[in-house]
């Protein structure tokens, strides 16, 4: 394969790479206490199982990655790298959905259900959740484009 | 090579439209696992879309006559489920789009390009799906168990039709999930990279 087809998939890589590691970081770092009537309440990743989610997604993600980065571009290896492509952005497609429907209940609360929002109470923990998001949503973002773009070069169509 | 064909609009040495490997079986199997894909998006839009439950509750007492409340549970409450329906909903009708194709659009081409097409609208649809099944399901995980951190009370407990067909409609939606999963793999597969035809050779 040509160098020319091999660089920008190379560069999407890296961008992927960053945002799903930030991602994660940005996450398991976001902490928050609140006192509410002498009692202290701590808000952590580890109190919700959606969040726990969210970290081994993007982790899990970074690491596929980092081994395909510096992975050989064999022709042969390209079907089997698109299906795993294929695979990790749906991860990471559920994984930002899941979180952003938790972090809506956070931020806005559900009347319905007697849920209420948490994130007058831990601000900088909810703007931690949030920019852990944006990241997550860059990574499934750049995986996308990787995976139409690769589609296009299996097709081998010719240039207009 | 015998088994290969060749759209239409291949010319003399010119790699100008996609190969696909005419296999008769995998066309039968891409075609029955599709309509089980969308056998299953239908359940889960309509199974959720239906989901509905009151509850009379006795808020008060006045003298001898209580007076009641009915609360209800429906999907519109929740921005995750109404997602859940959309993207089941768009995926059925894309499901169901692609069946068509598959009985009668082989009289129509164009120029090959619905080899290119059909993988990639099919990835486009399992991204939504995926995200719809999974939001609805950590919210349903929420309202089986709870958050005590925050506080959020659980409400399957009393609500328990309610969570009981909402988590139907989910089981349905992963089914259908990994049957488009299936579906597209087999047909990204079936692509290949373009070898030349080479047709000026005469006997």
């Known amino acids: 394969m040509t160098l020319a087809k091999r660089v920008p998939i190379f560069l999407l890589r890296l961008l992927a790479l960053g945002a799903s590691v930030t991602a994660a970081v940005v996450m398991v770092s976001a902490r928050d206490s609140a006192q509410v009537l002498n009692v202290t309440f701590e808000a952590n990743y580890t109190n919700s199982p959606t969040f726990k989610y969210f970290v081994i997604i993007n982790a899990v993600a970074g690491g596929y990655t980092l081994i395909v980065l510096f992975c050989p571009s064999k022709v042969s290896l390209f079907r089997f790298l698109l299906v795993s492509d294929l695979i990790v952005t749906l991860l990471l497609d559920s994984s930002v959905s899941a979180n952003i429907a938790i972090g809506q209940v956070g931020k806005h609360g559900n009347s319905h259900a007697g849920w209420l929002p948490i994130c007058n109470q831990v601000p900088k923990f909810c703007n931690h959740v949030a920019g852990a998001l944006i990241a997550n949503f860059v990574a499934s973002l750049a995986y996308l484009v990787i995976l139409l773009y690769s589609l296009h070069i299996v097709l081998n169509l010719p240039k207009p | 090579m015998a088994d290969e064909k060749v759209v239409e609009g291949a010319e003399n040495g010119a790699c100008q439209t996609p190969v696909v490997s005419a296999n008769k079986a995998n066309d039968w199997l891409i075609f029955l696992l599709r309509l089980f894909a969308f056998f299953a998006t239908v359940s889960a839009t309509v199974v959720m879309a239906i989901n509905k439950q009151t509850l009379t509750v006795v808020v008060a007492t006045i003298g001898r006559t209580p007076i009641q409340a009915s609360v209800t549970a429906k999907f519109q409450h929740t921005p995750a489920f109404i997602f859940f329906v959309i993207a089941n909903g768009l995926a059925s009708i894309h499901n169901l789009l692609m069946l068509i194709v598959e ?31 999974s939001a609805a399901v950590f919210i349903g995980e929420l309202a089986r168990n709870g958050n005590s951190h925050a506080k959020w009370n659980k409400i399957c407990d009393k609500f328990s039709t309610y969570c009981k067909h909402g988590g139907g409609a989910m089981i349905a939606s992963s089914i259908g999930l990994v049957l488009m999963i299936i579906v597209n793999v087999i047909s990204i597969t079936k692509l290949r990279i373009q070898k030349c035809q080479n047709y000026s050779r005469l006997p």
Do not use: C, E, Q, W
């Not at chain 2, 059909?118 to 799906?129: C, R, T």
């Open chain 2, 103 to 133: 009985l009668i659009g082989h009289k129509f081409d164009f120029k090959g390009l619905r080899y290119l097409l059909i993988p990639i609208l099919d990835m486009l649809n399992v991204a939504l799906v995926s995200g719809g099944t």
